[in-house]
């Protein structure tokens, strides 16, 4: 069980399971309560890890979209968003994952460049949302977001699938601009 | 009583059946799905894993992106749709939406129709009334006309000329009454001297001409005012008795001509 696979259990009933990887844990754990605390149809389960892979000894469920959560201020995230990307699975970057970047409203204690990890999400292919989690009403906000494409990616919405929302979420195919 | 007893009791069966099948279907529906879904895991848990590297991400994401997109295209290509099954609650409830629905529909059909009635109807007596209004005045219109036609008389040329020599008459002769009455007047007040005095002066005045009463005077002077307006200067002439000149033109009766000493006109009591 060293690499994700996303379909590899089948589902429960009406469940959605999100998994947040990240190094600040703070931050990750108010993001899971933000989130719970929107109502929707189906249950949702929101594991939080720091890094992949995951332990084998816990018996937890199929993995629906996972968010890996980067801090603009901390170079140590990216390093370590970046060998968790060697855990997961190919398919799984088929709309069933998706980027949180965060602390980008603060430029001077940026220690890792905007379009870093603007590349980051081109070349996985996946779509990247800016945040700042520090702030209630944008977490709250961001957490809708999420909740809806768990929704999307669990299945649970007739009609669309993950693929479906990439396309639809679709990041411009522009060569990334110049590194500075 | 027994048969029917036998009866309700299978009739009783088989309304539970029924709901029973409804439910038992959709369990078996699910059911199906559910052990589809179980094939299609034992399938994928047989393929193997590929993590992906930086250099390879791009390239290799986008050929599975399209493999999984025209895969899944063909699946929505294929699939019909479906129906739930249709047992006869299930057909009643659509059935009751349905006639809901309808109801809904036709009760604003009514009742927009009814206010358009209404519209109508106001419409209708508006113009009635106007209508009635109309003919009133039609009908004063009418008398108006029919009064007036009879107060028309009808024109006929004769009566005219009657109607105006008449009143020619009647005007030349409240004329000759005046003139007769002036002519009186002035004769009882104002006579011409008599031959008396030619007898007694034996001036060699000439009195060829014979004096003429001033009420001669007086008629020639209105005859030339309106023979000819634009001269209607008399010549004095020998049959003028002097002092009766005199008399017109200190009462400003007659007014002489400022070049010439010798002519007079009546004054222009008419303008």
């Not at chain 2, 108006?144 to 002769?173: A, C, G, P, Q, Y």
């Not at chain 2, 005859?223 to 002439?237: A, E, G």
Request: net charge negative; charged share 25%.
């Amino acid at each position: 069980m060293s690499v994700l696979r996303p379909l590899d259990k089948l589902p429960e009933l009406n469940t959605a399971t999100i998994l947040l990887v990240g190094t600040e844990d703070a931050l990750l754990q108010q993001l899971a309560e933000s989130m719970l605390k929107h109502r929707c149809a189906s249950e949702l389960r929101v594991h939080l890890a720091n890094s992949l892979p995951l332990p084998s000894n816990v018996n937890r469920p199929r993995i629906d979209l996972i968010v890996f959560v980067i801090n603009l201020h901390r170079k140590h995230s990216l390093r370590n968003v970046e060998e968790c990307l060697n855990h997961v699975d190919g398919s799984f970057f088929l709309g069933k994952v998706c980027f949180l970047v965060t602390g980008a409203g603060m430029k001077s204690h940026c220690s890792i460049h905007q379009n870093t990890v603007i590349k980051l999400a081109r070349t996985y292919r996946s779509p990247l949302i800016f945040c700042d989690l520090e702030v209630e009403s944008f977490r709250a906000t961001v957490a809708q977001r999420l909740v809806r494409m768990l929704q999307i990616c669990a299945g649970h919405v007739p009609g669309v699938s993950a693929l479906n929302l990439m396309s639809l979420l679709k990041c411009s195919d522009s060569p990334p601009p110049k590194e500075l | 009583m027994s048969e029917n007893e036998q009866e309700m009791d299978s009739e009783i069966t088989t309304d539970t059946k029924v709901i029973i099948d409804t439910k038992e279907e959709l369990i078996k529906q699910c059911e199906e799905i559910w052990k589809d879904m179980e094939e299609c895991q034992n399938k994928l848990s047989l393929t193997g894993t590929e993590t992906l590297t930086k250099s390879n991400a791009q390239l290799s994401l986008l050929i599975m992106q399209v493999n999984c997109l025209t895969a899944e295209l063909d699946h929505w290509n294929k699939r019909t749709p479906e129906i739930t099954p249709l047992t006869e609650d299930v057909l009643l409830t659509l059935g009751k939406e349905e006639f809901q629905k309808l109801r809904c529909n036709l009760e604003m059909v009514l009742s927009t129709i009814q206010s358009k009635n209404e519209k109508l109807k106001e419409d209708l007596e508006r113009e009635q009334q106007w209508l009635e209004e109309q003919q009133q005045i039609l009908e004063s219109l009418n008398v108006l006309h029919s009064d007036l036609k009879n107060e028309v008389v009808t024109f006929s040329e004769s009566r005219l000329f009657n109607e105006l020599k008449t009143k020619m008459l009647s005007i030349k002769e409240f004329k000759k009454k005046l003139l007769f009455a002036l002519g009186e007047f002035l004769e009882d007040h104002f006579p011409l001297p008599d031959g008396n005095i030619k007898k007694k002066k034996k001036n060699t005045q000439e009195s060829n001409a014979q004096l003429i009463t001033l009420n001669e005077m007086v008629e020639m002077l209105i005859n030339r005012m309106f023979d000819v307006p634009h001269d209607p200067y008399v010549k004095i002439s020998d049959s003028f008795w002097p002092p009766y000149i005199e008399l017109l033109l200190r009462y400003g009766i007659a007014l002489r001509h400022p070049e010439d000493p010798t002519r007079i006109r009546l004054e222009a009591f008419h303008q």
